[in-house]
């Protein structure tokens, strides 16, 4: 049974930080391509950020220089630091595993967690 439990939502200031966790159990995350999405009320899904195993990372426009995505593989866990907040950050914040190779489309991903609100204001 797959499953991908995030944590470290929160609510902060703009210019402020949060750490996201995404915990994997049922596969061993190292094997896919595990990428964060976040959707606000009204709006698509969209991707932030993504990763292998092999190291590279893949971030969408609006995140560059202000978020950095990691996995260790040892405790199986992916985390998104999120730096330099702004209130357009604000949305449900989800992570992901599939085997599309740094991909941003949420279709390209097959296992996805519950989620974990950000609020910046």
């Known amino acids: 049974h797959v499953q991908l439990v995030e944590s470290g939502g929160g609510s902060v200031q703009a210019g402020g930080s949060l750490r996201l966790s995404c915990a994997a159990s049922?596969?061993?995350?190292?094997?896919?391509?595990l990428a964060w999405f976040r959707q606000a009320p009204g709006m698509e899904r969209e991707g932030v950020a993504s990763?292998?195993?092999?190291?590279?990372?893949n971030y969408a426009d609006s995140v560059k220089g202000r978020f950095t995505i990691a996995s260790d593989s040892a405790k199986n866990t992916l985390y998104l630091q999120m730096n330099s907040l702004k209130p357009e950050d604000t949305a449900m914040y989800y992570c992901?595993?599939?085997?599309?190779?740094?991909?941003?489309?949420?279709?390209?991903?097959?296992?996805w967690g519950q989620g974990t609100q950000v609020t910046v204001s």
């Open positions: 992901a595993g599939g085997s599309g190779v740094l991909s941003l489309r949420p279709s390209a991903y097959k296992y």
């Open positions: 049922g596969f061993t995350a190292s094997r896919y391509c």
């Open positions: 990763t292998t195993k092999f190291g590279p990372t």
